[in-house]
């Protein structure tokens, strides 16, 4: 597609339960990044993944998140174990390079609800 | 944690007015971006200016920049009903380096 593309755009499950949310990048862009967004709020980083190198995990909350990025292309956020406090927005972007960051390009989000 | 801190955190104006919105950061910068966010979903790259750059226009927006006080400002000139949104400023600090947005403002054009 044209854009960067997620999947689902809502998501409502059990606390305790795990989710794996889906970011499809622009083609070609080698930096993805995932932003949480609670209600009202600014984006939170959670983790950036540019090209091979090592992905900058410094943003995830907790042990129960996980990211990967598969091929250089489409990445999976894994919240295990959900909790209440996890509801919010998820936001996935890409952008060409990291070397010299220009416009980062955002998907819809994934609007996960624990209950 | 958040780079970078936007004032007011909500701005009420009648269409036809003006509106700045100013972002503060905290370390060195390579780039600064404005982003605007419709509906609390997908952001939309507005601007781009360099660490090098004191000012840009696009269209109805002018950015500017103060790499010494930290900080910018995006004017929306002739605002419209439309361009209700949030709008977050966004700071990287070079090769490699991940993009940290600001708290954001959220801004209401009336009628």
Redesign the interface.
Known sequence: GAG?SQSPSNKVTEKGKDVELRCDPISGHTAL?W?R?S???????LI?F?GN?AP?KSGLPSDRFSAERTGGSVSTLTIQRTQQEDSA?Y?C?S?LQ????????????TRLTVV | SQQGEEDPQALSIQEGENATMNCSYKTSINNLQWYRQNSGRGLVHLILIRSNEREKHSGRLRVTLDTSKKSSSLLITASRAADTASYFCATDSGTASKLTFGTGTRLQVTL
Do not use: K
């Open positions: 960067v990044y932003y967004q209600l009202g709020q600014g984006l939170e980083f950036y540019q190198s900058d927005v936001l972007a952008s990291a070397g010299d960051i220009g416009e980062a390009f955002f998907g819809q989000g």
